[in-house]
């Protein structure tokens, strides 16, 4: 029903940047919220930004001031710039999103497959 695509991820050393994007494709009205969360091994999945179509947006605590989220809603696409990384952020970062396929349906919660960040000691 609906798919999404990340790419962006990839190797950087500290201090380095990333930008992950996700595109969201299929039976789509309208995309409520969009975001990233990511686990680390041995960890809890935690949630790094969301935006609402809105515009409000809302950040993990770790990575607030470093990390910025912004969405394309013509293109139902989500970017996140990640900047300053830290060897912490070594994660892998899925794309959420919260879709209502028809007016006046329910909404539905979409995982991305995942994307591995990864930043050197």
């Known amino acids: 029903q609906v798919q999404l695509v990340e790419s962006g991820g990839g190797l950087v050393q500290p201090g380095g940047s990333l930008r992950l994007s996700c595109v969201a494709s299929?039976?789509?009205?309208?995309?409520?919220?969009m975001g990233w969360y990511r686990q680390a091994p041995g960890k809890q999945r935690e949630l790094v930004a969301a935006?609402?179509?809105?515009?409000?947006?809302n950040y993990g605590d770790s990575v607030k001031g470093r990390f910025i989220i912004s969405r394309d809603n013509a293109k139902n696409t989500v970017y996140l710039q990640m900047d300053s990384l830290k060897p912490g952020d070594t994660a892998v970062y899925y794309c959420?999103?919260?879709?209502?396929?028809?007016?006046?349906?329910?909404?539905?919660?979409?995982w991305g497959q995942g994307t591995q960040v990864t930043v050197s000691s």
């Open positions: 959420n999103v919260d879709v209502i396929s028809s007016w006046f349906g329910p909404r539905r919660t979409y």
């Open positions: 299929g039976t789509i009205a309208s995309i409520y919220t």
């Open positions: 935006v609402t179509i809105g515009g409000t947006e």
